[in-house]
């Protein structure tokens, strides 16, 4: 924890290294290294608690249903707005590390077994490939299928306008004109 702070007219305000909101935890440099670690630590809890159970009382289906809905999710939360877009190789590789656990943890294998082929047959894309199908998928959704209707209302020509600066300038002309019945 930083010891700055501010004094306005509500009280002091103190900074803080990381702030969590819904779900997700950033660091003062806007990172998500501190949401992957806290992240990796509720699904190794996780993930024992499934390893207690696992044998005695869970099918293969139901681990998986129950790996996939507990820590499958944690693993890709704020996967699909891309805020995993592009961390670092170390985040990911601890991400990867935990889902590999978890498919060892699933099937009742050894340690000493490699998790590649585990995945593999429960169909579990690795945590890279994982962010960039969440990201394409996202992407083709937006243009595809859920597109606004504003953004469906606009010409032809100002949707295939392919330069950032070209777009912003017919959009706001467009708009402006709308806007004023010019």
């Given at each position: 924890m930083s010891s700055q702070q501010v004094t306005g007219r509500v009280g002091h305000v103190q900074f803080t290294d990381a702030v969590k909101?819904?779900?997700v935890t950033l660091d003062?440099?806007?990172?998500?290294?501190?949401?992957?670690?806290?992240?990796t630590r509720?699904?190794?809890y996780h993930i024992r608690a499934v390893r207690h159970i696992r044998r005695p009382l869970l099918t293969l289906n139901t681990a998986k249903s129950i790996a996939v809905s507990i820590v499958g999710c944690r693993l890709d939360y704020c996967n699909s707005v891309g805020l995993l877009?592009?961390?670092?190789?170390?985040?990911?590789?601890?991400?990867?590390?935990?889902?590999?656990?978890?498919a060892r943890v699933v099937v009742g294998a050894p340690w000493t077994c490699s998790s590649l082929n585990i995945r593999r047959d429960l169909h579990w894309l690795?945590?890279?490939r994982r962010i960039t199908y969440k990201l394409c998928l996202t992407t083709w959704k937006t243009l595809s299928v859920s597109a606004p209707s504003t953004w469906n209302s606009l010409h032809a020509h100002i949707r295939s306008i392919d330069t950032l600066s070209t777009f912003k300038r017919h959009l706001k002309f467009h708009i402006f004109q709308s806007a004023f019945a010019v």
């Open positions: 909101l819904p779900g003062s440099t806007l990172s998500v290294d501190k949401h992957i670690i806290d992240g509720c699904c190794h877009y592009g961390m670092s190789q170390a985040n990911i590789d601890k991400l990867q590390r935990v889902q590999n656990i978890l690795p945590v890279g």
